[in-house]
Nanobody, 123 residues
Framework: QVQLIESGGGLVQAGGSLRLSCTLSGGTLSSYAMAWFRQAPGKEREFVTAASWSGTMTDYEDSVKGRFSISRDNDKNTVYLQMNNLKPEDTAVYYC????????????????WGQGTQVTVSS
């Protein structure tokens, strides 16, 4: 069974940084496009960023462009989300997800999800 395990969430002040990690077990990471989503209280889950199987193609939600960066290490079966210059509006539960199509990003079929990790940004 393919599973995604997340880590790295926490509490930071505005302007600070965090790096989230998501490790896949039971499969090969390079078989999937990988994405990060987030869900804030009272809001629907939203797309944040995604990377193709090799990491060469990426897509970002406008609100995080220039601040967040997705990267992946297929040899370690791990995808990362580097978050810099965090804002209170970034507070949410962050989920990683594996897409069945290796290079389709926003429109991929995401069926395997991490457990979620809480990111809280104070002002």
């Amino acid at each position: 069974q393919v599973q995604l395990i997340e880590s790295g969430g926490g509490l930071v002040q505005a302007g600070g940084s965090l790096r989230l990690s998501c490790t896949l077990s039971g499969g090969t990471l390079s078989s999937y496009a990988m994405a990060w989503f987030r869900q804030a209280p009272g809001k629907e889950r939203e797309f944040v960023t995604a990377a193709s199987w090799s990491g060469t193609m990426t897509d970002y939600e406008d609100s995080v462009k220039g601040r967040f960066s997705i990267s992946r290490d297929n040899d370690k079966n791990t995808v990362y989300l580097q978050m810099n210059n965090l804002k209170p509006e970034d507070t949410a539960v962050y989920y990683c997800a594996a897409g069945s199509h290796p290079y389709l990003l926003r429109g991929n079929r995401y069926e395997t999800w991490g457990q979620g990790t809480q990111v809280t940004v104070s002002s």
